[in-house]
């Protein structure tokens, strides 16, 4: 693939099984056909057997850059986790941003294939065009944000600088079917559980070493016209523009007002499409307001930083702080990012306005690992379920029951319990483990 640029044409295949790293060229004309990332992530599974497994030893877990990934191309840090879903059954992938996909690119590499299962838990070193399994039992049953910590200093790297890490919580390796990888603290590969796949093979995370030096592309002078007009429309965007466009501003909870104010907005689990619809039909219920747990509200009130990904002008990231007080306990929590999805799922879904609350539970389900989306949404489930009489009060959750909602994600990532067991195989799972006659609406 020498004449093609933007890649390495360097894809390690890691045998965790065995314990071996081998490292190959990418075929030339899957690099032409699939182009890269999503395209040759899916390839790659799809040649492993679409009949496999899921959760089981012959599945694979790709981690895949495209030819864009780490280079001066506004919003190039995107990197694709793909495999068979153990949610879905089958293929999925999910992206996240953040500096990882960038970091890999930098380290060498277009993308990481692991097979197999590590005897003992592992997390893999990438550095310098190598891969460096390493024992991770010291740190399995660790929350992420803990583990980027004892990794961070095991791996002699400073996150911002030229460390990344993506890690999966004790929600993975109890292998909750939406468990997700998280980069860096709060940047996830959530949708579809690709963290339940990486705890079943027993890695515990991939930690990306690397200098700057940035793919350089093969024909320089058309690279540089379309990246001049991807920033120009980039910049003259509403929604984009850097530091004056709703994305920018606000993030991508600059949602939550419009979908309110067009009635797309679903609440009290997908059963009415606005609050206010919710509060007509149910005038004598709970009734809650989206815009406390707007992006307008949080820009005002919580928001404490702007951080952005490997070449984004946009910054979309909304780092927030926020002082709650939880179980007898003042908690100060600090988190990135406070998203549209989440905010609406853990939020208006789930009949709950409060914003400070929601930035706990999304840090929470960050730590455990599991897709915080999937989660408000499961909640949601419960919580239907729970007003319909299909599951005991005594057990169930009520509509916007913060403390209830923040000791289940709890729950759901240690599997503790039979409910919280059956709520981490996912809503569809959860039905059929009811009588079809007690199934929640989904």
């Known amino acids: 693939m020498t004449d093609l640029g933007g890649f390495h044409d360097n894809v390690a295949r890691i045998d965790l099984s065995a314990g071996d790293v081998d490292y190959e060229s990418i075929d030339d004309e899957d690099a032409r056909h699939y182009i890269g990332g999503r395209g040759l992530g899916v390839k790659y599974v799809f040649d492993n057997g679409p009949d496999v497994e899921p959760l089981g030893e012959e ?126 603290d709060d940047r996830a590969s959530g949708r579809g559980g690709t963290g339940a796949v990486m705890g079943s093979k027993n890695l515990k995370a991939v930690v990306v070493k690397s200098g700057t030096e940035m793919p350089k592309p093969a024909d320089r002078e058309t690279f540089m016209e379309g990246h001049k007009a991807a920033m120009q429309a980039i910049q003259e965007s509403d929604v984009t523009a850097p530091n004056e466009g709703g994305l920018s501003v606000y993030g991508t909870n600059v949602l939550m007002n419009l979908t309110e104010e067009m009635d797309g907005l679903p609440t009290r689990n997908g059963r009415f499409t606005s609050t206010s619809m919710e509060a007509e039909e149910e005038p004598d219920d709970l009734n809650i307001d989206s815009e406390k747990v707007s992006g307008e509200n949080v820009e005002e009130n919580i928001l404490v930083d702007d951080p952005t990904c490997h070449s984004c002008p946009v910054a979309c990231k909304k780092e927030v702080e926020v002082d709650v007080h939880h179980k007898g306990q003042e908690l100060n929590v600090r988190m990135e990012s406070y998203e549209y999805e989440p905010a609406w799922a853990l939020g208006p879904n789930s009949m709950n306005d409060d914003r400070d609350m929601i930035a706990v539970m999304m840090d929470r389900c960050n730590d455990y690992g599991i897709d915080s989306i999937e989660t408000g949404n499961i909640l949601a489930f419960a919580m239907e379920a729970t007003e319909k009489g299909y599951i005991d009060d005594a057990d169930g959750i009520d509509w916007g029951d913060v403390e209830a909602m923040t000791e289940m994600i709890e729950k759901i990532g240690k599997r503790e319990g039979d409910l919280a067991d059956t709520l981490a195989e996912g809503q569809e799972r959860a039905a059929r483990r009811s009588t079809p006659t007690t199934a929640a609406s989904t």
């Open 59 to 184: 599945n694979l877990l790709a981690f895949m850059n495209g030819p864009l990934t780490g280079t001066q191309a506004p919003m190039s840090g995107r990197i694709a986790v793909v495999t068979k879903s153990p949610l879905t059954g089958t293929v999925t992938d999910s992206h996240h941003g953040g500096w990882s996909g960038a970091r890999l690119k930098w380290a060498g590499f277009d993308g990481l294939l692991f097979e197999g299962k590590a005897e003992h838990p592992v997390y893999a070193v990438v550095e310098d065009g190598e891969v460096e399994l390493r024992d991770a039992s010291h740190i399995w049953g660790y929350g992420v944000h803990e583990t980027m910590d004892e990794l961070e200093s095991e791996v002699d790297g400073a996150y911002g600088k030229n460390l990344s890490t993506m890690a999966i919580g004790p929600g993975a390796e109890n292998e909750v079917r939406y468990a997700c990888i998280i980069n860096e």
